[in-house]
């Protein structure tokens, strides 16, 4: 099973989000954790709220810094926020495999509750859509290099 570091600035909603569709979707293939280079210590509300909508756990999420995972072993690093993929990242993801799938953080989204559920719902979808695009592919054949490049398409492509 390949593991996979989510990985974004405060670590409260996109990267939970895609931590927790990855477990979901990719069963038996990924295993995936979140994490983020300055991590707000609380995930976000909102961000939970979605999971629980769309039918996914809510439980064991926490905003947690990417020094946590030096032990782990990450075989996929994918940063979600533009401002994470633009840092410098830890030595130990030195020969990590990374892409990056920019999104607007709809924790910035101000309005009525209809707007900003709907900001979330449509940073889940994305993601889903991403991810499974990204199981799509032969994950367990494919060299750094191209795996590196089939998830910066995907980023790019939806």
């Known amino acids: 099973m390949l593991s996979v570091l989510i990985l974004c600035t405060g670590n409260s909603c996109r990267s939970v989000l895609g931590e927790a569709l990855i477990n979901h979707l990719g069963k038996g293939r990924l295993q995936a954790f979140s994490a983020g280079s300055r991590p707000v210590g609380k995930v976000n509300d909102h961000a939970l709220a979605i999971l629980a909508r ?36 830890p030595i130990y993801l030195n020969s990590t495999t990374r892409g990056h799938w920019g999104l607007p953080d ?28 990204l199981l799509a592919l032969p994950l367990e054949t494919l060299s750094g290099s191209e795996l590196s490049a089939h998830i910066n398409r995907i980023g790019q492509s939806s």
Do not use: M
């Open 106 to 133: 709809p924790a910035h989204v101000s309005g009525t509750d209809s707007e900003i559920n709907a900001a979330f719902q449509a940073t889940y979808d994305a993601l889903e859509k991403r991810i499974t695009a």
């Open 54 to 89: 769309n039918g996914l756990p809510t439980d064991g999420y926490r905003s947690q810094s990417w020094d946590e995972f030096a032990d782990t072993g990450i075989d996929i690093a994918i940063t979600v926020c533009d401002q994470a993929a633009g840092e410098v990242c």
